[in-house]
């Protein structure tokens, strides 16, 4: 230790051996910063990058010795023989680059340390080559002691320090690299030198071709150039990493900002960085919050921040806010490298919005939108629970049905606002009159019940009474006017089981509706029979098309003036095998209500066309149309593809509306008539006089001719304000220009009254009754075709 203490204090110049440990320094740090770098680097170009941390580190390690060789100062002419000296320098910077690349091996275990090894043995090689060169005029011996410690210095000194290096997080662990790599370089040469003893002779020569002492300052100069230009580039990258890195969190941050869910990175539990968001939440700005502690705002119980327990599932918390109160909120925690530090990120979900939406859906999934009451599946299940309590006690439970009488029409002619308005003023003003034990539900439409614990009857009656009352009282004049029926089913009276109780309750509200509306019925066992006749005549008709048991008759339309007939009605009718003749007014309101008329429409519509074709005379067709029809989609289409189908001209096409079909939706029925029009098609009133707003639908729809109802020719005889109205209609269709046909003509008193008003046509008994149209052969096809029939039959 004394010789080298001796060595480098006696023999050496302060101020080049400083210039040598400032190159080193140099070069230590842009050695290792290059590493770094090329470590980021892909792997195309990684070689690159370490060639260059090698040509660094190795010009440094190179330029160190001899610098500190210039530094030593033997009393005695000395010089650099030149092949050697190159070769320290191809060694200095060939180990100094393996021994980079091994550092940064993937595959090599103790990559790091073992390239750090190598890197002290490159030293070592550059050091005694170098020593090789120096040419002296006397011997040099070596102490072996010393020579070994110096080959440990560099070997053990390097391997700590690319390690420590690469494993650094911030730049105190690069400097600690750095200055291993300093001293490995240092102490390796100045121990080494401390081995050496010169003895003078001077019999020993310089070769004339060995390098003096300024030219090598001179590559020495060149070799700390090199480091200098290299030490820039490493600076320039570490200036453009910092950028990169501040961009890049500027734009996370930025990112984060824009998440809608807070967002917080924390260590342990301090918050590192928060975002916008979760700033909001909290009620702070989202700067402040560096440096909190996150157990401010979220439960340890809630949270548990350590290495093994990161929630991989959506955890719901309560979020303490900095005014007070809290948010329920849900989390989900992942671990993340942040500042090359291991730190959790924190998604903060707030569940205000979806706790109300779960509210809404669970107050959806057991009321009714619109009205707030119960629906089906909630009144079904307190029926239910109901019935058990009855059955335990010994009580009796009655089932109110109520349904809103003509609700239809109020849609129809208010629109479905009104509608709406007027279900929930009959769910408020109905609930208004119910106990806590009792309970009110709309099950669909305008159809509402009520659950009614009771210990007689007649309670159910009194409810029904009170209801019909305060709905009949409660009147707004400017308001649709409310009417109900209800029907009562009473437990265990009637049925001791929900489906049939409430079956029970709606044929008892079945017979209140038939029986005058605007009142209440209690269930009777003969109702049961009256409903489930209902559902077989439904059921039957359904099928008495396909059967054959539907077949088309024909009344004649005649001019009053001359008697002449210029058309058919067709009208339907229906010959059940059981029940006979079915009535027309009882199957047609069915077929309407059951959809059955959509299919039964279109074959009397086809039927009746097809049969019209056939006949010599051009003669008119009227057929009926329902409302449900005239507002089926593509009604228009199937009227067109029947005239098509059957060969019938259109103008033959007389198709018949009531006023009531026009008022469901009038906008379609408009575009729906407007479009048959355009086929060539003619349109009728039906029914005129009968329904409603006649005029401003005369004005509103494309008619060709208007249909007095038969119930104010029946009375122009005996009646002045019937023949009043009739001679107003005929004045009304000579003032539009549209022909009248009187229907329900049956006494020649009637016909002469039509004719003295001028009326253009006429329907009824009179002029002939509706039959098969073969009876009209005559008409259809001309008399001889009739006689030649005639013939064949005889």
Same mark, same amino acid.
């Given at each position: 230790?004394?010789?080298?203490?001796?060595?480098? #204090?006696?023999?050496?110049?302060?101020?080049?051996?400083?210039?040598?440990?400032? #190159?080193?320094?140099?070069?230590?740090?842009?050695?290792?910063?290059?590493?770094?770098?090329?470590?980021?680097?892909?792997?195309?170009?990684?070689?690159?990058?370490?060639?260059?941390?090698?040509?660094?580190?190795?010009?440094?390690?190179?330029?160190?010795?001899?610098?500190?060789?210039?530094?030593?100062?033997?009393?005695?002419?000395?010089?650099?023989?030149?092949?050697?000296?190159?070769?320290?320098? !191809?060694?200095?910077?060939?180990?100094?680059?393996?021994?980079?690349?091994?550092?940064?091996?993937?595959?090599?275990?103790?990559?790091?340390?073992?390239?750090?090894?190598?890197?002290?043995?490159?030293?070592?090689?550059?050091?005694?080559?170098?020593?090789?060169?120096?040419?002296?005029?006397?011997?040099?011996?070596?102490?072996? !002691?010393?020579?070994?410690?110096?080959?440990?210095?560099?070997?053990?000194?390097?391997?700590?320090?690319?390690?420590?290096?690469?494993?650094?997080?911030?730049?105190?662990?690069?400097?600690?690299?750095?200055?291993?790599?300093?001293?490995?370089?240092?102490?390796?040469?100045?121990?080494?030198?401390?081995?050496? =003893?010169?003895?003078?002779?001077?019999?020993?020569?310089?070769?004339?071709?060995?390098?003096?002492?300024?030219?090598?300052?001179?590559?020495?100069?060149?070799?700390?150039?090199?480091?200098?230009?290299?030490?820039?580039?490493?600076?320039?990258?570490?200036?453009?990493?910092?950028?990169?890195?501040?961009?890049?969190?500027?734009?996370?941050?930025?990112?984060?900002?824009?998440?809608?869910?807070?967002?917080?990175?924390?260590? %342990?539990?301090?918050?590192?960085?928060?975002?916008?968001?979760?700033?909001?939440?909290?009620?702070?700005?989202?700067?402040?919050?560096?440096?909190?502690?996150?157990?401010?705002?979220?439960?340890?119980?809630?949270?548990?921040?350590?290495?093994?327990?990161?929630?991989?599932?959506?955890?719901?918390?309560?979020?303490?806010?900095?005014?007070?109160?809290?948010?329920?909120?849900?989390?989900?925690?992942?671990?993340?490298?942040?500042?090359?530090?291991?730190?959790?990120?924190?998604?903060?979900?707030?569940?205000?919005?979806?706790?109300?939406?779960?509210?809404?859906?669970?107050?959806?999934?057991?009321?009714?939108?619109?009205?707030?009451?119960?629906?089906?599946?909630?009144?079904?299940?307190?029926?239910?629970?109901?019935?058990?309590?009855?059955?335990?006690?010994g009580g009796k439970l009655a089932v109110l049905c109520l349904d809103l009488d003509r609700f239809k029409e109020v849609n129809d002619l208010f629109g479905h606002a009104a509608g709406d308005a007027m279900l929930v =003023?009959?769910?408020?003003?109905?609930?208004?009159?119910?106990?806590?034990?009792?309970l009110m539900a709309r099950l669909g439409g305008d159809e509402f019940a009520v659950i009614l614990p009771c210990s007689e009857a007649v309670a159910a009656g009194r409810l029904a009474e009170q209801i019909l009352d305060?709905?009949?009282?409660?009147?707004?004049?400017?308001?649709?006017?409310?009417?109900?029926?209800?029907?009562?089913?009473?437990?265990?009276?009637?049925?001791?089981?929900?489906?049939?109780?409430?079956?029970?309750?709606?044929?008892?509200?079945?017979?209140?509706?038939?029986?005058?509306?605007?009142?209440?019925?209690?269930?009777?066992?003969?109702?049961?029979?009256?409903?489930?006749?209902?559902?077989?005549?439904?059921?039957?008709?359904?099928?008495?098309?396909?059967?054959?048991?539907?077949?088309?008759?024909?009344?004649?339309?005649?001019?009053?003036?001359?008697?002449?007939?210029?058309?058919?009605?067709?009208?339907?009718?229906?010959?059940?095998?059981?029940?006979?003749?079915?009535?027309?007014?009882?199957?047609?309101?069915?077929?309407?209500?059951?959809?059955?008329?959509?299919?039964?429409?279109?074959?009397?519509?086809?039927?009746?066309?097809?049969?019209?074709?056939?006949?010599?005379?051009?003669?008119?067709?009227?057929?009926?149309?329902? %409302?449900?029809?005239?507002?089926?989609?593509?009604?228009?289409?199937?009227?067109?593809?029947?005239?098509?189908? #059957?060969?019938?001209?259109?103008?033959?096409?007389?198709?018949?509306?009531?006023?009531?079909?026009?008022?469901?939706?009038?906008?379609?029925?408009?575009?729906?008539?407007?479009?048959?029009?355009?086929?060539?098609?003619?349109?009728?009133?039906?029914?005129?006089?009968?329904?409603?707003?006649?005029?401003?639908?005369?004005?509103?729809?494309?008619?060709?001719?208007?249909?007095?109802?038969?119930?104010?020719?029946?009375?122009?005889?005996?009646?002045?304000?019937?023949?009043?109205?009739?001679?107003?209609?005929?004045?009304?269709?000579?003032?539009?220009?549209?022909?009248?046909?009187?229907?329900?003509?049956?006494?020649?008193?009637?016909?002469?009254?039509?004719?003295?008003?001028?009326?253009?046509?006429?329907?009824?008994?009179?002029?002939?009754?509706?039959?098969?149209?073969?009876?009209? #052969?005559?008409?259809?096809?001309?008399?001889?075709?009739?006689?030649?029939?005639?013939?064949?039959?005889?």
């Amino acid at each position: 230790m004394l010789k080298i203490v001796g060595c480098f #204090t006696e023999a050496h110049d302060f101020w080049l051996v400083g210039l040598a440990a400032l #190159t080193c320094a140099v070069s230590a740090i842009t050695c290792i910063e290059l590493l770094r770098h090329a470590r980021k680097a892909p792997l195309r170009i990684r070689a690159i990058w370490l060639a260059v941390a090698a040509m660094a580190g190795g010009s440094g390690i190179w330029a160190t010795h001899f610098i500190a060789m210039l530094a030593f100062e033997p009393n005695m002419p000395s010089a650099y023989e030149l092949g050697l000296t190159g070769l320290s320098l !191809v060694y200095a910077i060939a180990l100094t680059g393996l021994g980079l690349a091994m550092a940064l091996s993937a595959v090599l275990p103790f990559g790091a340390a073992l390239g750090g090894v190598v890197l002290g043995v490159g030293i070592a090689a550059m050091h005694y080559t170098g020593m090789a060169a120096f040419e002296i005029a006397g011997h040099i011996e070596w102490d072996p !002691v010393l020579v070994a410690v110096s080959l440990a210095c560099g070997a053990v000194l390097g391997g700590a320090a690319l390690p420590v290096a690469l494993s650094a997080k911030d730049w105190r662990g690069r400097m600690l690299g750095a200055v291993l790599l300093l001293v490995a370089i240092c102490s390796h040469h100045f121990v080494a030198m401390g081995a050496v =003893t010169i003895v003078p002779d001077p019999a020993v020569s310089i070769s004339a071709s060995a390098i003096p002492a300024r030219w090598l300052a001179m590559g020495i100069a060149l070799a700390s150039l090199t480091i200098l230009a290299l030490a820039g580039a490493a600076l320039v990258l570490d200036i453009r990493d910092r950028r990169q890195l501040e961009l890049t969190r500027e734009r996370l941050h930025s990112l984060a900002n824009a998440a809608v869910e807070g967002l917080v990175v924390c260590r %342990g539990d301090v918050i590192v960085s928060a975002n916008n968001s979760f700033g909001r939440l909290v009620g702070l700005d989202a700067g402040s919050l560096s440096g909190t502690a996150l157990s401010r705002f979220l439960p340890a119980s809630a949270l548990r921040i350590a290495p093994d327990d990161a929630i991989e599932q959506p955890v719901e918390a309560e979020l303490s806010c900095a005014e007070g109160g809290t948010i329920p909120v849900e989390l989900i925690v992942r671990p993340v490298t942040y500042g090359n530090k291991p730190h959790y990120a924190i998604a903060v979900r707030d569940l205000r919005a979806r706790r109300k939406a779960e509210g809404q859906i669970e107050f959806l999934a057991h009321h009714d939108a619109l009205t707030g009451l119960a629906n089906r599946a909630s009144f079904n299940q307190r029926l239910d629970q109901e019935l058990k309590l009855a059955q335990a006690t010994g009580g009796k439970l009655a089932v109110l049905c109520l349904d809103l009488d003509r609700f239809k029409e109020v849609n129809d002619l208010f629109g479905h606002a009104a509608g709406d308005a007027m279900l929930v =003023t009959v769910a408020n003003t109905i609930s208004a009159l119910l106990g806590e034990s009792q309970l009110m539900a709309r099950l669909g439409g305008d159809e509402f019940a009520v659950i009614l614990p009771c210990s007689e009857a007649v309670a159910a009656g009194r409810l029904a009474e009170q209801i019909l009352d305060v709905l009949d009282n409660d009147q707004d004049g400017a308001a649709p006017v409310i009417a109900t029926s209800v029907g009562i089913a009473v437990y265990p009276d009637d049925a001791d089981e929900r489906a049939l109780l409430l079956s029970y309750a709606d044929t008892a509200l079945y017979r209140a509706k038939s029986e005058g509306r605007g009142t209440y019925r209690f269930f009777e066992p003969k109702m049961g029979v009256q409903v489930r006749e209902r559902r077989l005549l439904e059921h039957d008709m359904r099928h008495a098309v396909a059967r054959g048991e539907m077949h088309l008759v024909y009344q004649p339309q005649t001019d009053v003036k001359d008697g002449a007939v210029i058309g058919f009605e067709v009208l339907l009718r229906w010959q059940h095998p059981q029940r006979g003749a079915a009535s027309p007014a009882m199957f047609i309101p069915i077929a309407e209500e059951s959809g059955a008329i959509l299919q039964i429409g279109e074959w009397v519509l086809r039927e009746a066309c097809r049969e019209a074709a056939t006949w010599t005379n051009p003669l008119k067709i009227a057929v009926n149309v329902s %409302g449900v029809q005239l507002h089926a989609p593509h009604f228009a289409q199937l009227v067109h593809e029947v005239l098509f189908q #059957t060969g019938l001209k259109p103008e033959r096409l007389e198709i018949e509306i009531t006023e009531t079909a026009l008022i469901r939706d009038p906008g379609r029925a408009q575009s729906t008539l407007r479009q048959l029009k355009a086929l060539g098609v003619r349109i009728a009133m039906d029914d005129f006089g009968t329904g409603y707003s006649s005029l401003s639908n005369l004005r509103a729809y494309p008619f060709d001719k208007i249909k007095i109802d038969s119930s104010f020719i029946r009375a122009v005889d005996d009646n002045e304000q019937a023949a009043a109205i009739v001679r107003s209609v005929l004045g009304l269709g000579r003032g539009l220009g549209l022909p009248v046909l009187a229907e329900g003509v049956e006494t020649q008193a009637q016909l002469s009254f039509l004719a003295e008003e001028k009326c253009h046509a006429a329907q009824g008994y009179l002029m002939g009754r509706p039959a098969r149209i073969d009876a009209f #052969t005559a008409l259809t096809h001309g008399a001889a075709a009739a006689a030649s029939e005639g013939a064949l039959v005889a």
